[in-house]
């Protein structure tokens, strides 16, 4: 009822009136302020932004226009369409522009120097499972290298302790790469990789190897008229060698003179002191150059001599020559043939005690493997390797032919000495008398049994049959 009082009275009625009409009023000023506030920030962020952005020589202040647009998608980062780049450029903001461009060059950086640093890892070799991190102390190491083509001692020496060999490697073929095109006069050409067709041909020439026509080509179209003349003085020294060689091998009525001739490589293997194979004796034979044939073997049974007297020990011995003497005892020697009393006085003359040694082992290996093998040996063996002092082989052969002898006359007693009984069955085998003193004593001691293969044999040997 209250409210229906209110309502219809029209004093309240007057008063709601005005309060509404206050408060729309006070609502529309403070909509009025917070818009101009509004306003003004915006047309401070917009005179801020042109001036970071180097456009204050566009006028138009309205935040309502493009370039403010523009200026705020850039300062957030958000990348221009080509319209808005268009619309700059019509403007002439090239500061601006530039400015743009470099930034949205800056927002992708990140990507790029990831970018960077796996392309160098790849090309320096670096193993897969190093560190990716662009933060990494290898990357201004390969940037480095990338750019200045050299790198500090500390710098080489902390890839090593990293083993990272294959890119310590391409740094020393760099290295070596600026080295040979200083050397050859060549550092006009710019290229330091050494996949370069320049550091092939470099290391060719450093070993004075031929060039093929497409390395002689490649050298004339880079103009490295330097190079080319090194080379070619090797060629022409090259050629007087074979000249040299073919004089000096029995060679020269052979018409060829070329350096890529089979003639060369083969005169060249020879002047190395290199063996020939078949084939080149064959091409030798075919060519009728019998006299280079018959130095090539001369050669070779040389290099075989040189190659004994290193084996036994008599490298000292200054004759090389395979007529030699020495070089007959060696081959027997290395033949497992037994050196006579003269090859061993020769080597005493010679004063080459090493070999006398090597040659005493070897023989006395040699009786060593007889005895073993059940051999008996003979008596000048035996006095060989006592005259030697080899008693611990003439022992080894005593047991063994004792073992033998104990076979034949049937002595199964594991225990039974040596002595007397080895002597005696030695003198039985010799058919020499026998002491019948000590045959008998030994027979009463029960040490021989009287109807036993040695008192039968002893009988025999005194023509009595028991």
């Given at each position: ?130 560190e990716s991190s662009v933060g990494n102390v290898l990357y201004p190491i ?170 036994y020990k008599a490298s000292q011995y200054q004759d090389s020559s395979p ?9 027997k020697l290395d033949s497992e043939t037994h050196l006579n009393e003269q ?124």
């Open positions: 009822m209250l409210h229906g009082w209110v309502s219809d009275s029209p004093f309240f009625t007057m008063i709601a009136i005005v309060a509404d009409n206050t408060f729309n009023y006070v609502r529309s000023h403070l909509l009025s302020i917070n818009m101009d506030k509004e306003s003004q920030n915006r047309l401070k962020h917009f005179a801020a932004l042109k001036s970071k952005y180097q456009a204050t020589q566009y006028q138009d202040s309205s935040p309502a226009n493009l370039l403010y647009l523009i200026l705020r998608k850039v300062d957030l980062g958000i990348e221009l369409s080509d319209l808005e780049f268009n619309w700059l450029q019509e403007h002439q903001l090239f500061e601006t522009i530039e400015i743009i461009w470099l930034q949205q060059f800056k927002m992708g950086e990140s990507k790029r120097l990831e970018a960077e640093f796996s392309h160098l890892k790849a090309k320096y070799k670096v193993a897969k499972n190093w390969l940037w480095k290298l990338e750019s200045e083509n050299s790198l500090t001692d500390s710098e080489v020496k902390l890839l090593q302790d990293n083993n990272l060999t294959q890119t310590v490697a391409i740094v020393q073929d760099i290295k070596r790469f600026a080295d040979l095109k200083e050397k050859y006069q060549a550092t006009k050409y710019q290229d330091s990789s050494p996949d370069s067709s320049l550091y092939k041909i470099l290391k060719k020439l450093d070993t004075e190897a031929s060039l093929s026509d497409y390395e002689y080509e490649w050298l004339l179209n880079h103009e490295l008229f330097e190079a080319i003349e090194i080379f070619e003085k090797q060629e022409s020294a090259r050629r007087a060698k074979v000249i040299e060689l073919k004089s000096k091998y029995q060679a020269s009525q052979h018409p060829d003179t070329s350096l890529s001739g089979q003639l060369y490589q083969i005169l060249q293997k020879l002047d190395e002191d290199k063996k020939l194979i078949y084939s080149e004796i064959y091409w030798l034979e075919q060519q009728g150059l019998t006299e280079t044939i018959a130095i090539a073997k001369e050669l070779e049974r040389k290099r075989e001599f040189i190659a004994l007297k290193a084996k007529s030699s003497y020495l070089c007959t005892i060696l081959k090859d061993i006085n020769y080597l005493r003359q010679s004063q080459l005690p090493g070999t006398i040694e090597i040659a005493n082992e070897k023989y006395a290996s040699i009786l060593k493997s007889k005895i073993v093998s059940g051999v008996v040996l003979s008596n000048l063996e035996v006095d060989w390797l006592r005259n030697n002092e080899y008693e611990d082989i003439i022992i080894l052969a005593q047991h063994k032919h004792f073992a033998a002898l104990k076979r034949k006359y049937r002595l199964a007693d594991p225990s039974l000495p040596l002595e007397p009984f080895y002597a005696i069955m030695v003198k039985l085998e010799k058919k020499e008398r026998l002491d019948p003193k000590l045959v008998l004593q030994l027979m009463e001691e029960n040490e021989l049994y009287h109807g036993g293969e040695i008192a039968l044999a002893y009988l025999q040997t005194r023509g009595r049959v028991l």
